[in-house]
């Protein structure tokens, strides 16, 4: 089993920055893929951004130019750096991790989740 746990969620204006982390423990030889989703009431969870085990970046085209997601193995831990926030990236966001990913930016594929944390942008 593997456990995440999301921080650095939180509120901000328009154009600020957000950093959020996600901490896993358990079998982490489970966590050869991790991504950031994110969620709206109503609508399904959508892939951010994910990063594999050597450090490949996958990026939705919504936030490339704008988000990094970064790791650090030693720690297993994985970091989404927010920049140049907008109101619609207003969601919750979650941490996942899976073994054997070859849909990185979609949902199925992923085994195990965080708890969320949200992240509320203001224009």
């Known amino acids: 089993q593997v456990q995440l746990v999301e921080s650095g969620g939180g509120s901000v204006q328009a154009g600020g920055s957000l950093r959020l982390s996600c901490a896993a423990s358990?079998?982490?030889?489970?966590?050869?893929?991790m991504g950031w989703f994110r969620q709206t009431p109503g609508k399904e969870r959508e892939g951010v951004a994910a990063?594999?085990?050597?450090?490949?970046?996958y990026y939705a085209d919504s936030v490339k130019g704008r988000f990094t997601i970064s790791q650090d193995n030693a720690k297993n831990t994985v970091f989404l750096q927010m920049n140049s926030l907008k109101p619609e990236d207003t969601a919750a966001y979650y941490c996942a991790a899976g073994r054997w990913v070859a849909d990185h930016l979609g949902q199925y594929e992923y085994n195990y989740w965080g708890q969320g944390t949200q992240v509320t942008v203001s224009s």
């Open positions: 358990g079998d982490t030889s489970k966590t050869g893929c």
């Open positions: 990063i594999t085990r050597d450090m490949t970046t």
